[in-house]
Every structure is written in structure tokens, then in C-alpha cells.
């Protein structure tokens, strides 16, 4: 009984103290990890979000970039930083399906990470090249028959390719993956005729569909997309199944206060919230993210079970 | 018409003080990054890449490519004064610049080069401004198999970089290719010896390979063979610096070869100015009258790769600006600076901000002026760096490589890489094994794989598809008539071989 009694006071002595920690974060320069080279989109978005909790926090928030293994690297950084909240990092749903193919890991993607919340969300689209006659997603099935097509991708285990594989799957396409060095080369590909179609998020299929240099074929998921209300969705064109948003969310370490984990989803929210961030994802063709802390874990977790089925299904594991 | 109206805007955009301050604060930052061996333009454009939000994306980027072509300028610096290239483009120069700096010709050779990467420059801007949506189109027509047969053709082309055993230049090509497969395969996602390291997960950098093998190795041979005697070697007049009239000779046509070849290498995305210099310098020395001055202190030897790397880094600009697509790292960059401001690059570009364009355009020429007039005066006291005892400088230049290795990335992991490569480096100098064919095997190698692997796929492994594209073909039988030639000329060489001088291990016989 004495025992029990002690037990609960330390407990609320504990929550109590990490309550004060929560309230009074940040005390102190906050690092956030982006886990890309510098120039992309998610660095984009991320340093904009660095500097509105910068100014909102009225503390340094430090961007770090560290780049490599399909974002693995920098979430292994963050996976051995102190739960403290004083070190985060933005990431893509490659937070999701790179763990899919690397099996290695030094970390447990989902106990040693704490998904805090999504900064921003779009929906995938397909975009086609200049050797692809269709200009929609049944069109291009059929034309799939006749010519099987390429996929290209961004590199093995990301988003891409998962996205092109699931779009294989659901949509009965001939077609095979072709990796490349990036989405850019992907995209230089569709438009040399080199490869035929590349699955990607809006941020970096946009500005080429923009400028007239590869065409937008489907948007992947059950609605059409506001900014090409013309562009036909897979739902429309039978193939379902495919209920998948990219998105950029914000992570920490794992074994994070939950009390914290709130506040920090609450300070993003107000960052998102802000006229300047807004002009950054609309610039970016993203819009703001949605959901609490709780939702975005949710996510995380089924696009992680969701991934690593389908690389089973698909042979697409990594020796 | 049309062109001269554009130049008039570019030129106005680029003469605005504020554009022509941020101009010349870009160039000298380059230029400086490009001397301190370690350190290069990527880490230096992403450490000032945050300041760009608040500039005008035209103002931006122009600071931000004046650092990038700057480092071309500097980069040689430390390659022929003290055998360590200040940029991995730069480390073919050491071939030929560090032998004419043991000659007394340190002065020479920098100011041949800095002429050179002038002349390099302003030929790739030519190409920039005046083909660039050609160039742009044409760039597109390249795949896997056009990218595939470059690559052979570059490494065949490039195989004579070192003098010396052809086998141990072989091996060292070789050994470069292996090390290059560290790291995950882009194909299948497997790994490859990298013994569950993360670390490894993403291959050796080549910096930090480049910086070990050139620069560390270097330091620890000199330590070793105690170096009092050799400063006193080393001409620091003024006079040493006037190039003679047969270096001029030398000059014009490798310094056209090369910008040619830079220009054509700079343009493909994904390919670079390191290419560039190896397939320079691996072609000067073929069309030579006199291939064995080579690596001795030839003036060709440090004109072509200087030339090539510096036309490279403009015509880079072509996919990056017209096609949005960027070859490398540091364009990725440059394309986030105009992305910050809205602004997303592609054939529009020129169009929709013609003053964004030809500002950029105009303003190199404005760097390019700066650069020579900023690094002939500058010769005279870098060449006077070397009357600094080696025991302050060598300890200066290790920290700096260290702090550079480790700012790619912030990785720790790649300051050890270095340390590794130093070491390997030092082994190779023993056995005289040449560092420059390990750097050329390492940097075509996974071009080579993975060109090759996804033409294969592409063609759904027919190889003959190769064979059949009008430009994989092409390449290819060029390729193949090289090495024929070559063979064919060292079999007539050969009789009059027992004739040579004995070969220096006889003597050591003795």
C-alpha cells in the first residue's frame, strides 16, 4: 500500500514536472533535421517552418541537413537525440517506405521516432512523357497492353516507386519500374521519351507540368485535385485501393512526453497557420496539413504496414 | 535584334551596384573556398543559402554562382603549389601543375591557369547564351544508353592520365570502380559492402576520397621525406610568373579542345566538371606530338583540365535554368534559391524572366572579369604561401580538410573516410601506384554501372539496343577506333623498345 502511495506521487510528481518541461519549452536553440540535400522542396517547406517557430518561440531554430540513404541517415540522427523536443526533424512519406526496403536500420521506425504532426499534405499524381499517347488513366491501361510502360522513379524505396507499384497493381497496367537518381532525372527521362511515367507528389511534379514539359495523366486517390480540375483521379477510373496522400509531417525522437508532443502540434499548427508559411506550401502546390498528433501517428503506422505489404506482394524487398 | 536587346537588359540587371557587389562578394568567397583545400562550393553555397530569402532571387543567385564557378578559379591553387587540389575538378591539375611548381614554375602555371579557366568561362558562357535552348533539347535526346557509351568513351580516353605502368594505372581504375559500389545499389536497393553501417549505407564521398587520397597522403609524404631543401627550390620571383613564348604556343589549342569538351560534359546533367578535366586532360595527352612530357610539368597539362572544369560549371547552367532540372548537387541549390522567391525554372524561364536570365548570363562574364583580375594579382602571394614552413601550414591544411570533409554532410563518418583514403593514399605512393586513375574509376564507375543497368531494363535486356541508338552507337564505334588506334600505335612502338633507357629498377639493382 505505502509502495502504491509512493509510486503515485512519483508519478505525479513526474507528469507534473513534465508538464512545467512542455510549458516552458523551448529554453534554448531547437535543431531542426531536414534529411535532404538543400534546394528541394521538403528543405523549402522546412526552413519556412524553421523560421515561423523561430520567431514564434523567439529562439534559434537551427536547420541542419543531412541527407542520404533515402532520408534514413538524418532519421537515425534524430532516432539517438534526447527526447527533449530540442531536436526534430521534417520528413516525407519516405519516413514510411524507405524503412520498407532498408531492413538494417539502427533504429525501430516505429518506437524510437514520435510522429508530432503534419505540416503539410498533397496528393499524388502521374504524370506522363513525351512517348505516352493517353492522356488519361484508362486510355493509358489500354495503351499499357500494346506497349508495356516504365515507371521511372525517384530511387528504390521511395515514395515513387511505391506509388508506381501500387498503381501497377490496382490499375492492371503493363508496366515494369526503372530507378533513377532523383526526381529530376526521372522527369528529364519522361521528357526525352526515355521512360513514360513518374508517380510523384504535386510539390515536384508541378512546376514541369507547369510549364508544359510533361503532362499530368491521373491523380492518385478517389477525388480529382483542385488545381487541374480536368486531370482524372484513379477512383473515377476503377482502380481502387489507392487512398494515399503525400505529405511533410514533423517527427522527434521516440519516448517522447505526450504533454510536449501536444505542444509542439499546437505551436506547428499556428506556424502553418501564418500568411507567409501559407504563401510557402502555395508555392510549393502543397496545402496545409490536417489532424492532431494522435491522427498523423495513425497514418505513419498504416502507410508503414501498408508499404512494407506491399514490397512483400511485390518482391520488392532488398536482400 | 532580339539577342542584343536581351544582352542590353542582362547587362543592365547584371551592372546594378547591388548586383555587382553581390557579384563580387560571390567570386571572392569562391575563389577562397576554392584555394583552402576541404572545402568546397557545396558546402559553402548551402551554408550561405539561407541568406538568399532575403535577397532578390536575381541577386541571390548570382552571389551563389559566382561562389560556384569561383571555386574553379581557386581550385587549382592548391593542386600546383602543394600537390592537393582544393576541388575534386581541380585534382587532374595537380598531374602536370605540381611537377611545373617543383620546376620553379608555380607562377607560370597559375597564371596559365587562371588565363585558361578565363578563357574555359567565357567559352561555356558563349554556349550558355547563345544555344542554350538547342543545347537544352538536346541534352533531352541523351538516355541511359547515350549516358552509358560517354562513359566508356571517357574512361578509354581518359586511361593514359597517369604515366607509369598502364597495369598499375589499370589496377588503380579498377579499384577506384570497386570502391564505388560501397553503398546501396540504385537498382535493386541492396547493399553493398557496407557491413550493416548506415554510414556506409550511402557510399564514400568523393570529396572526402579525393581530400584523403590527394591531400592527406600528400602531407604524410612530406612529413616523412623532411622538406627544408625543397622551398628553397621553389622560384618566388616576379619574374617566374611571365609565361614564355612557348607556353603561349602551348596555350590556345588545348585551351579550345578543352572548353569544347567542357562545354559538351557541363551541359548533360548528371555528368561535371570532373569529368570534364579527366576527359580533357586524357585527350590533350593523346593528341600530344610528345605524350611523355606529360606529368613532368607539360603547360597542356594544366591548361586543359582548368579549362574544361571552368566551362563546365557555365554551361551547367543550361539544364539548371532551361530545363529545371538540376545536374548536380549544388544546382539542386541553385534551383531552391529561385523556388524561395516563386520562381521555378524551365523552358519559360527565359521568357517569363528575361531579366532573372540574362542578368544571371551577363553577370558572369562580369565574374568571369573579376575572377582573372582578382587571381593574377593574387599569384604573387599565394606563391609565397609556400615559403611557409611546412610544420605551420601542414597542420593549418589538415584541420581545414578535416572541417571540410565533416561540412558536406556533417558527418563525422566522412572525416575518418578521409583519414582511411590518406592512409590508402600514402600505401599507393610506395608502391607507386598513381591516386589519379582511383579518382577517375570512382567517379565513372557507378555512371558506367548504372547507366549501363538501367539501358538494360529500358531495353528490356536486349543489348544490341545499345549498339542501336544513333548516339550510344556512334560513341561507341569512336570508342572503339581509339582503342584500336592505340593498340595499333604501341605495337609499332614496340620494336624500338629494348632501345629505351632501362627502366629505374634495373639501376636499383645494383
Known amino acids: 500500500m505505502k509502495l502504491l502511495k509512493l509510486a503515485a506521487t512519483a508519478a505525479l510528481m513526474m507528469s507534473g514536472a513534465a508538464a512545467v518541461q512542455a510549458q516552458d519549452f523551448p529554453d534554448g536553440t531547437v535543431t531542426l533535421i531536414i534529411p535532404y540535400g538543400g534546394g528541394g522542396s521538403t528543405d523549402l517547406i522546412a526552413r519556412a517552418l524553421a523560421n515561423e517557430l523561430g520567431r514564434m518561440w523567439d529562439e534559434a531554430v537551427i536547420v541542419e541537413n543531412r541527407p542520404g540513404a533515402g532520408s534514413m541517415i538524418g532519421t537515425a540522427s534524430l532516432a539517438q537525440a534526447e527526447p527533449d523536443g530540442y531536436t526534430l526533424l521534417v520528413n516525407t512519406p519516405a519516413h514510411a517506405t524507405a524503412p520498407a526496403v532498408q531492413k538494417d536500420l539502427p533504429f525501430d521506425p516505429k518506437t524510437d521516432i514520435t510522429p508530432i504532426g503534419m505540416v503539410a499534405t498533397s496528393p499524388y499524381m502521374a504524370v506522363a512523357g513525351a512517348a505516352v499517347q493517353s492522356d488519361d488513366l484508362t486510355a493509358f491501361a489500354a495503351e499499357s497492353q500494346d506497349r508495356p510502360m516504365f515507371f521511372a522513379t525517384a530511387g528504390v524505396g521511395t515514395s515513387s516507386h511505391f506509388a508506381a507499384e501500387l498503381l501497377i497493381q490496382q490499375a492492371g497496367i503493363e508496366g515494369d519500374v526503372v530507378h533513377f537518381a532523383g526526381g529530376g532525372e526521372a522527369q528529364t527521362n519522361l521528357m526525352g521519351g526515355h521512360a513514360d511515367v513518374y508517380i510523384s507528389n504535386t510539390a515536384s511534379v508541378m512546376p514541369y507540368v507547369n510549364n508544359g514539359q510533361v503532362k499530368p495523366l491521373v491523380i492518385l486517390g478517389p477525388t480529382r485535385y483542385d488545381a487541374l480540375p480536368d486531370v482524372q483521379s484513379s477512383g473515377e477510373a476503377g482502380a481502387d485501393g489507392i487512398e494515399i496522400n503525400s505529405w511533410v509531417g514533423l517527427f522527434g525522437p521516440g519516448g517522447m512526453d505526450p504533454a510536449l508532443v501536444e505542444k509542439l502540434n499546437a505551436d506547428m499548427r499556428a506556424a502553418v497557420g501564418t500568411e507567409t508559411f501559407k504563401q510557402v506550401l502555395a508555392d510549393n502546390f502543397v496545402q496545409p496539413g490536417v489532424g492532431s498528433a494522435a491522427d498523423f501517428k495513425a497514418q505513419v503506422e498504416t502507410e508503414m504496414q501498408l508499404w512494407s505489404d506491399l514490397a512483400a506482394e511485390r518482391g520488392i524487398v532488398a536482400q | ?273 570532373t569529368v570534364a578535366a579527366f576527359v580533357s586532360y586524357g585527350v590533350e595527352k593523346r593528341v600530344a606530338t610528345d605524350p611523355s612530357r606529360f606529368g613532368k610539368g607539360a603547360v597542356e597539362g594544366v591548361v586543359a583540365p582548368e579549362a574544361a572544369n571552368n566551362a563546365a560549371d557555365q554551361t551547367a547552367f543550361i539544364p539548371t535554368l532551361s530545363l529545371g532540372v538540376p545536374g548536380s548537387a549544388t544546382m539542386a541549390l541553385m534551383i531552391g534559391a529561385m523556388m524561395v522567391h516563386g520562381i521555378h525554372p524551365g523552358p519559360n524561364l527565359v521568357t517569363d524572366h528575361p531579366d532573372l536570365f540574362w542578368g544571371l548570363v551577363m553577370s558572369f562574364w562580369v565574374g568571369n572579369l573579376m575572377l582573372v583580375v582578382l587571381n593574377l594579382p593574387l599569384i604573387g602571394l599565394w606563391v609565397r604561401l609556400l615559403t611557409v614552413p611546412y610544420k605551420m601550414l601542414y597542420p593549418a591544411i589538415l584541420v581545414m580538410v578535416c572541417i571540410g570533409a565533416y561540412s558536406v554532410h556533417f558527418k563525422a563518418f566522412d572525416v575518418m573516410v578521409v583519414l582511411g583514403f590518406g592512409i590508402l593514399g600514402y600505401a599507393m605512393r610506395i608502391f607507386s601506384m598513381p591516386a589519379a586513375p582511383l579518382l577517375l574509376g570512382f567517379v565513372l564507375g557507378p555512371m558506367i554501372e548504372q547507366h549501363f543497368r538501367r539501358a538494360m531494363v529500358l531495353a528490356r535486356g536486349d543489348f544490341t539496343a545499345i549498339i542501336g541508338r544513333p548516339i550510344s552507337g556512334t560513341v561507341l564505334v569512336i570508342t572503339l577506333l581509339i582503342l584500336v588506334l592505340s593498340i595499333y600505335a604501341s605495337m609499332r612502338r614496340r620494336p624500338a623498345d629494348p632501345a629505351a633507357p632501362p627502366a629505374p629498377h634495373i639501376e636499383d639493382e645494383d
Open chain 2, 1 to 273: 535584334m532580339d539577342l542584343v536587346a536581351n544582352l542590353y537588359l542582362g547587362l543592365e540587371t547584371a551592372l546594378s551596384p547591388i548586383n555587382l557587389a553581390y557579384c563580387l562578394l560571390g567570386v571572392f568567397v569562391g575563389t577562397l573556398i576554392g584555394v583552402l583545400p576541404g572545402i568546397g562550393a557545396l558546402a559553402a553555397i548551402s551554408m550561405l543559402f539561407p541568406f538568399t530569402y532575403h535577397l532578390e532571387p536575381t541577386t541571390a543567385l548570382i552571389m551563389l554562382a559566382g561562389i560556384y564557378y569561383g571555386t574553379a578559379y581557386g581550385g587549382s591553387t592548391a593542386s600546383i603549389l602543394l600537390n592537393i587540389p582544393g576541388t575534386t575538378s581541380s585534382a587532374v591539375t595537380c598531374l602536370d601543375g605540381y611537377p611545373m611548381a617543383q620546376q620553379g614554375r608555380a607562377g607560370v602555371a597559375l597564371a596559365m591557369t587562371a588565363i585558361a579557366s578565363f578563357f574555359g568561362g567565357v567559352f561555356g558562357i558563349l554556349v550558355l547564351s547563345v544555344f542554350t535552348p538547342v543545347v537544352a533539347s538536346w541534352a533531352l535526346s541523351f538516355g541511359s544508353a547515350d549516358y552509358f557509351a560517354l562513359m566508356v568513351l571517357g574512361l578509354v580516353a581518359a586511361s593514359t592520365v597517369s604515366d607509369g605502368s598502364p597495369i598499375k594505372g589499370l589496377a588503380m581504375v579498377v579499384l577506384g570502380m570497386l570502391v564505388a559500389t560501397i553503398g546501396m545499389d540504385p537498382q535493386s536497393g541492396t547493399a553493398r559492402f557496407t557491413f550493416g553501417s548506415l554510414s556506409l549505407l550511402d557510399g564514400i564521398s568523393i570529396g572526402a576520397l579525393a581530400m584523403g587520397l590527394f591531400g592527406v597522403a600528400e602531407i604524410i609524404t612530406s612529413v616523412r621525406s623532411s622538406s627544408n631543401d625543397s622551398i628553397k627550390a621553389r622560384d618566388v620571383s616576379l619574374r617566374s610568373l611571365m609565361p614564355t613564348r612557348d607556353d603561349w604556343r602551348r596555350f590556345w589549342m588545348p585551351a579550345l579542345r578543352a572548353s569544347t569538351i567542357g562545354s559538351f560534359f557541363g551541359a548533360l546533367p548528371g555528368t561535371g566538371p
